[in-house]
């Protein structure tokens, strides 16, 4: 039987939980899910604007030029991205904090039966990938980083120079390879965090997940590969 005491201290801990439902575990999964979904759709839509440097010079910088010229368009695409990935890394940093103070002293010897690389690696690639961010817009949308003379209204220019240079490129296959293994277990996770995938005697067997995957990170790997082996001229 509970006391008055216990009972009134427990009172305010559940008022927390009914106003602040995204707070709870499950609340903080829905919300990676959710945003990571976000993330996986502009990847989608980025990958099918970049290829068009296989049409040449005109048709990839016409693309570039629509967007400068619908402003309220690009920059309600960028906060919207902005807020997604703050949500969706302000999430996982406290899903991850939870985990380590549920288990402060880690196990002696762990040996997992059916979890993935990807699966394990999450919070690492996620670190490296936001990184990666960073680098590229620095790279290709600031010229702050640039390896090869950077010129504002020719990104056709600034993309098939840029990955001439072998370290650019290195980078580049090296963060997209990372993107596969992300958005492979994202995927996936994501439909599960969201009740829309059900549980299967076989969960490593992930088709959807493993199309996407695979397209996102054949598509953008084959730019700056076909370039640096002497597309692009």
């Known amino acids: 039987m509970q006391s008055i005491g216990e009972f ?8 927390s939980r009914r106003l602040h439902p995204w707070r709870s575990t499950v609340g903080l999964k829905v919300l990676m899910a959710a ?17 068009l440097v296989y049409r040449g010079r005109d048709a990839l910088n016409e693309y570039s030029a629509f967007l400068v010229r619908e402003p309220p368009l690009l920059w309600a695409a960028r906060a919207v991205l902005l807020a997604s990935a703050v949500i969706h890394i302000g999430a996982a940093a406290l899903l991850w904090n939870r985990d ?8 002696r010897r762990l040996r997992p ?35 090869v003379p950077f010129e504002k209204h020719d990104v056709y220019h600034n993309v098939v120079e840029g990955f001439r ?10 963060a997209l390879a990372i993107v596969g293994m992300h958005v492979w277990h994202g995927a996936w996770a ?21 199309i996407l995957a695979l397209v996102l990170w054949g598509g ?3 730019i700056p590969l076909a370039i640096w082996l002497g597309g692009g001229r």
């Not at 979890?115 to 590229?136: E, S």
């Open 8 to 15: 009134n201290e427990d009172r305010p801990h559940d008022a």
């Open 35 to 51: 945003t990571g979904i976000v993330l996986v759709v502009f990847l989608v839509f980025h990958l099918l604007g970049n290829l």
């Open 100 to 107: 380590r103070f549920a288990r402060p002293v880690a196990y």
């Open 113 to 147: 039966r059916s979890t993935t690389v990807p699966a394990r690696t999450m919070r690492l690639t996620g670190v490296v990938l936001a990184g990666f961010i960073v680098f590229h817009i620095l790279h290709l949308t600031t010229g702050t980083i640039a390896p």
């Open 165 to 174: 240079v072998p370290w650019v490129v290195a980078i580049y296959l090296g």
């Open 190 to 210: 994501s439909l599960r965090s969201l009740g829309r995938s059900r549980p299967s005697p076989r969960p490593k067997r992930r088709p959807v997940a493993w």
């Open 220 to 222: 953008f790997s084959s």
